[in-house]
Structures are given as C-alpha cells and as structure tokens.
C-alpha cells in the first residue's frame, strides 16, 4: 500500500491525520491538496476510514507510524506475498537487508504490533474498496438554465437547483460516503445517515453533514457561500475547516474561510420569502433581483441608501415592488421586462 493514489504516498496522509507529520510533510500534502479538487475528496474518504480504524487499539497506546507501516510489509514478505526470487541467494540476500532496518534496540511489544497492523490492513482494504467505488463510472447529472428544479437523490436526500447550476451525484450510493459535486447554487434537504456522512464538492471547497438543510452558492469565479437553516455542517477547504450551525454562514476566499451570520434572504430563490430590517433599498433591489431572476432598476444613486422594514410572504414581483413603492413614496414603472423604481430620493 504505498501509493494507492497518485503524486502522494498513503504513509504521508497517515502521519498528516496523526499529526506527525514534519512542516515539509504537511506542506507536500497541502500542495497537493489544492493541485486538484478530488483530491479533497479523497482525503475525506482517507480520513473517514481512518477514523473507523483507530478504534480497534487502545487510544493510549503510541505507535511509530512509519515503523508500522514497515512492519506490515514485513509480515507480508514473510508470508510469501510478495514477488518470489528466481536465485535463492537473492533471497538471503534480501532477508538480511530487512533485518538490518530493524535494530535489536527497538521493540515493539506483540499486542501494540499487532494492533497496529491490524489497523493498518483494514485501512489499504478500506482504501481499495473506496477507490474501486468512487471511480464508478454511472453518473447522474441534473441541471438547470433559465429555470429552478428539484430533484432527488438515491438517498432521499432532496436538491433545490437555482438558475445555471447542475449536481451530479451516482447512480447509488456506496461505501463510506454519499459524495456528489455541485456547480451553481443549490439548498440541501440532506437525508440523515450518521454512518454515510454527505460530502459536497463545490469548487474545490468541501461541505461535510450527516442530516441537516442549508444552502450552498458556488459560481464559477465567484466566492462559495454556505448558509445553514437547520443542523451543523463542516466546510473545509485545503487544511482549513470551520463548523456552522443553524443561523450561521462562511464564505471561502482563497484558503480563508470567514464566518458570519446567515442571510436569510439568499434562499428566496426557493422560499420566495424575504425580510428586510433597516436594508438599503440598493441591497434590496439585489436581493429581489437574485431572488425572482427578474432586472430590477433604480432611477437614480439616490434612491439606494432609502432605508426599508418589511417582509414578503411568497408574493408576486409586481405586488412586491409595487407595496415597497408605496411605501417609500415612489413610482413603478415597468419598460419591456425591466422594471424601474423612481423617485426624488429619501430624506
């Protein structure tokens, strides 16, 4: 099992997880981290099975990674795994060069070997399984343009996509991960597995739940966005990671992940619900704008720093503008699909 995927070796995302990995090391794993998007996702599935594995020794027991590893291959050798030498005197040969890697001085007691190599095994067959699965080659891709859909995944797991976005997700889900990749915008109705957490690809940037509903905005060259209503979600990009919960968002600029509180209004796209509290008319209309994928205009700068209160409960476009309108003492005015707010300005 030394390198079951490409440019990095499994030995060094193993002390990268135990955390013994030295600064270069982790610098090798965070280059190759961002060379490309997959492998975000495979550190995930190496981290999950890692996890899983770690439970069959005790805790407290330290173990010597590298040592570990060694050991596997050893026990191999000896059980006649690995490719047999056509001159016996190679073999010799050989057998003394893996005894001299191993001093007399250091000793491993029987139960830590053991264990360790145990979990170590169990760890390459989890990896293997892993890999001969998530490259299955059966994808679904659902996809929008001028339009919103829902769909549903093998899981139950319900997707609400926004204009110009697309998921693909597998034909079913197997293994220890329900992974799908998201490109757009789309809220998640996540159907919960404790067991199969859901992980989300969405340019690069990981967004990891077990059972929760929230919304994730990941455009081409813009900033990802993810917005929790209910439950807790981790996005993680590179070797950064952050945990929200209901009410909290991030955004993802380069390897900076910035949290905030969520917007409530980024989901009008499917709520048609929106609430305003002291907004900027300016901020307003962009909301609107997004939220009905209608042009909405304002006739003068001005008019951008009126202040507004108010909410909207699943109204049309034109009922919405014309009430924020009244309110604000404007004028509506709608030329061909463009629709004007006009006014002298807020005192």
Request: net charge neutral; glycine share 4%.
């Amino acid at each position: 099992m030394n390198n079951s995927h490409d440019h990095i070796s499994d030995e060094l995302l193993a002390r990268f997880l135990a955390k013994t990995a030295t600064p270069p090391e982790i610098a090798e794993v965070n280059d190759w981290l961002k060379s490309a998007p997959e492998n975000q996702k495979e550190l995930a599935a190496f981290e999950i099975i890692w996890e899983k594995t770690a439970a069959l020794h005790d805790d407290h027991i330290k173990v010597d990674i590298d040592a570990a590893w060694n050991r596997v291959r050893l026990q191999m050798k000896a059980n006649g795994s690995a490719p047999a030498s056509t001159e016996k005197k190679n073999d010799v040969s050989d057998q003394e060069t893996i005894i001299r890697d191993f001093p007399a001085k250091k000793k491993f007691y029987f139960p830590v070997w053991m264990a360790a190599a145990v979990s170590l095994t169990v760890l390459a067959l989890g990896w293997f399984i892993f890999k001969t699965q998530w490259n299955r080659p059966e994808q679904i891709q659902s996809a929008t343009t001028n339009n919103t859909g829902e769909t549903t995944l093998p899981d139950g797991t319900r997707v609400f996509l926004n204009y110009n976005s697309s998921i693909s997700y597998p034909e079913s889900f197997s293994g220890d991960l329900r992974s799908v990749t998201l490109k757009g915008e789309a809220f998640f109705d996540v159907k919960p597995d404790a067991s199969h957490p859901f992980v989300i690809d969405a340019n690069g940037t990981m967004v990891r739940v077990l059972g929760t509903s929230f919304n994730v905005k990941a455009y081409k060259k813009e900033l990802v966005r993810v917005d929790v209503k209910t439950g807790k979600v981790r996005v993680s990009k590179n070797d950064k990671k952050i945990e929200l919960v209901k009410g909290e968002s991030a955004e993802v600029l380069n390897d900076t992940l910035k949290s905030m509180r969520a917007d409530v209004n980024i989901m009008g796209y499917k709520t048609q619900v929106f609430d305003f509290n002291a907004t900027n008319l300016g901020d307003v209309v962009n909301t609107l704008r997004e939220g009905y994928h209608s042009d909405i205009r304002l006739s003068n700068q001005k008019l951008a720093q009126c202040r507004l209160t108010i909410s909207f409960q699943k109204e049309p476009l034109d009922a919405t503008l014309s009430v924020i309108a009244e309110t604000l003492e404007l004028h509506l005015r709608k030329e061909g699909k463009i629709y004007w707010l006009e006014g002298a300005g807020c005192q």
